[in-house]
Every structure is written in structure tokens, then in C-alpha cells.
């Protein structure tokens, strides 16, 4: 079966493993995922959220129901150090539109940007009801990219798929035994390690690629989400394998926002499952959590 590419959330997909019917109706659940929850795209229904008055009942889809739970759950874990209410900071910063080169930011008012994280800004009512206790908006970002990837993944197995890839610009989930590279921050196009994953996921987080300036100023759009600013840890790249590509994602970024060490010990408490490739700006390289997630690592010299 051949691999099938498409463009998608920003990023290049490629599917393995996977007859043209499958192939097909994975693409139209990305497309379809990405109509209705991309903040880049006008009048959809994460638009529909975000422009909702304070303190009023607000009905929920249900296909946003578990996205909302999950992305929940994992903020949670990480300290609200990355939590999905970061839409007007990604605003503030010039992140205003899906990414491409040579991007030229528009800077715009963070008038809801939250600074000072010291509660969830949202109550929920019900499974299907929230209000909004402040002004923010809604980003599910890396969140919503490993949810519908490990949404992908259960369809398949449920399919009883035994060997599929779907790979969303390196964050990716496997079925069964793949090799699978992480690209180097600073070699752009060239795998750093390669390296066998099996029945698992591998995310990438870095400040490498969307990147921009304004004023001799730098930007990158991973904030800190507990003081709203952006991070600078000396982490330039972090790749993380875990169960779910949802939690790679969340771990990498946590690789990102706090010092390695303070990284290391809340993700040994609360993801424990995981192993990691770090790449710092000083061009040291760290690996290490459970090896047994991985085999046959190759590191190009």
C-alpha cells in the first residue's frame, strides 16, 4: 500500500499502512477536524466559542466534548504549564495566522491575554455545558493536532489494522513496528536520530522552526502558560514517546517551558511512561526516560 501525503493543520500528513478507502476517510476526519477547530479559520465553531459573552450557558458539539476533556486532563497534569486557553497570548505575540515562510506577523492587543494563570477560566455545568468566568479564547494547538491522531489511531485498530503510520509534520502515531526519524533543529531536512517505536506515538516541540522578529526582538510561539510569556529555557528542540501522541506533545512542550531538571522531575511523577531526545541551544543533546519505548537508535554524527 503506498503512503499518501496531503497538506493539512499546517503541516505535511503522510499515511502508511493503509488502502485508498481508509486513506480517504482519514483525510476527510482531518479536514473536517481542522474546519471546525483551527483558530486560524473564520466562523467555524472554535470562533463561535471564543466570541461568547461572559457567565451565559454555553451548549457544547459533541465532537468537542472529549478534545475540551482530554486537553483538560493533561493541563492538569503539566500544571497548567501548557493548558489550551493561550488564544489571545498567541495573538499578542504575532502568531496570527497559520505559519509559512518567510511569515510576517500582525501584532495584535492581548486584551484577554492571560498573564497570570491561578485558575481554569472556564465552569463547567455539565458534560455538554460550560460558562466563561473570564475573557480568553480557546487554542487547542499541539493538543488538538495528537487528538485527532490518536483518534486516527483507535479507528484504525478498530479496523483491526496491525501495521499503520500517520505522521502530522513529526508528530506521529504508530501501529505495530516503524522506524521513524527526529529532524535536527539546525540541519533543517536531515534526521538527527532514527530510531524503531512500536504501538506508540512520538511528538516534537521546538523554537526552531516558527520563529519570527519585530523590532530585533525574537518570537516563538511556545509560551509558558503559568506567566503567559514566551519560554526561554535553553531547550532548542524536544522530542518525547509516549503511549499517545497527546501526551508527547504535552511532555515536549514541558521539555520547552520549564528548567530540564524541574521538566524532568514533574513529567518522572506524572508522565512516567515516556522517554526523550532534548537538544539544547548550546547544541548538548540529552536522552533518557524508559529506553524499553525504543530500539535500535541511530544518531547521525
Given at each position: 500500500m503506498k503512503t499518501k501525503e496531503f497538506r493539512a493543520m499546517n503541516c505535511t500528513i503522510k499515511l502508511g499502512g493503509m488502502n485508498k478507502q481508509v486513506q480517504l476517510e482519514v483525510e476527510q476526519m482531518i479536514h473536517?477536524?481542522?474546519q471546525n477547530t483551527?483558530?486560524?479559520i473564520p466562523n467555524n465553531y472554535l470562533s463561535y466559542l471564543?466570541?461568547?459573552?461572559?457567565?451565559?450557558?454555553?451548549?457544547?458539539d459533541e465532537s468537542f466534548v472529549d478534545l475540551l476533556d482530554q486537553s483538560l486532563t493533561l493541563a492538569r497534569k503539566a500544571d497548567y504549564y501548557v493548558h489550551p486557553f493561550m488564544g489571545d497570548n498567541m495573538r499578542e505575540i504575532g502568531y496570527t495566522s497559520s505559519f509559512?515562510?518567510?511569515y510576517k506577523p500582525i501584532f495584535e492587543e492581548g486584551r484577554f491575554a492571560i498573564k497570570e494563570f491561578s485558575e481554569e477560566p472556564i465552569e463547567r455545568l455539565s458534560d455538554?455545558?460550560?460558562i466563561k468566568k473570564r475573557d480568553f479564547s480557546f487554542d487547542f494547538g499541539g493538543f488538538g493536532k495528537g487528538y485527532i491522531i490518536d483518534q486516527i489511531k483507535k479507528l484504525l485498530l478498530?479496523?483491526?489494522?496491525?501495521?499503520?503510520?500517520?505522521?502530522?509534520?513529526?508528530?506521529l502515531t504508530v501501529i505495530g513496528a516503524y522506524e521513524v526519524g527526529i529532524e535536527h533543529p539546525i540541519l533543517m531536512g536531515k534526521d538527527m536520530m532514527k530510531l524503531v517505536i512500536k504501538d506508540c506515538a512520538l511528538a516534537t516541540s521546538g523554537k526552531n522552526q516558527r520563529k519570527w522578529g519585530k523590532d530585533q526582538a525574537a518570537y516563538h510561539h511556545i509560551l509558558n502558560g503559568r506567566t503567559g510569556e514566551l519560554s526561554h529555557n535553553g531547550v532548542l528542540q524536544a522530542s518525547v514517546i509516549a503511549n499517545t501522541v497527546m501526551e508527547a506533545e504535552t511532555a515536549s512542550k514541558l521539555f520547552c517551558i520549564l528548567p530540564f531538571e524541574d521538566a524532568k522531575a514533574l513529567l518522572s511523577m506524572r508522565f512516567p511512561k515516556i522517554a526523550y531526545f532534548i537538544y539544547f541551544q548550546n547544541n548538548q543533546i540529552a536522552i533518557g526516560g524508559d529506553t524499553t519505548l525504543y530500539k535500535r537508535l541511530e544518531v547521525a554524527q
Open positions: 473536517e477536524f481542522e483551527s483558530r486560524f471564543n466570541n461568547r459573552a461572559l457567565n451565559v450557558p454555553i451548549h457544547l509559512y515562510e518567510n455538554m455545558w460550560l478498530k479496523k483491526e489494522s496491525s501495521h499503520a503510520l500517520i505522521n502530522a509534520g513529526g508528530d
